[in-house]
């Protein structure tokens, strides 16, 4: 069963960056297809990228595609999400999340589709 522990979090003003690491133990860390998620308040979870077991695979919303980067070291057992050029409206809890994959180069992008969730950390940008 593994356990994630994020990292990060802060406020910060529009324009400025924030790195989230999403640390993970007690399981092969790259057997596992990670992702980030975020939710406001008062609003659903909303997925924000993804990576595939190996790294070699992402995939991104598209309201921070070009913006934000999703990267993992398997060999720390951490994935990391670099948030650059942040606006108001990125702010969020966010949340890491794993699930359990016999493929190095699957992703998933549902929030349904994780098994395993960490308890979150606050982004906060202000204007």
């Known amino acids: 069963q593994v356990q994630l522990v994020e990292s990060g979090g802060g406020s910060v003003q529009a324009g400025g960056s924030l790195r989230l690491s999403c640390e993970a133990s007690?399981?092969?860390?790259?057997?596992?297809?990670m992702g980030w998620f975020r939710q406001a308040p008062g609003k659903e979870r909303e997925f924000v990228a993804a990576?595939?077991?190996?790294?070699?695979?992402?995939f991104y919303a598209g309201s921070v595609k070009g913006r934000f980067t999703i990267s993992r070291d398997n060999a720390k057992n951490t994935m990391y999400l670099q948030m650059n050029s942040l606006k108001p409206e990125d702010t969020a809890e966010y949340y890491c999340a794993a699930r359990a994959t016999a493929y190095s180069g699957r992703y998933y992008l549902g929030s349904i589709e994780y098994h395993h969730w960490g308890q979150g950390t606050q982004v906060t940008v202000s204007s």
């Open positions: 007690g399981g092969t860390f790259g057997s596992y297809a």
């Open positions: 990576i595939s077991g190996s790294g070699s695979i992402t």
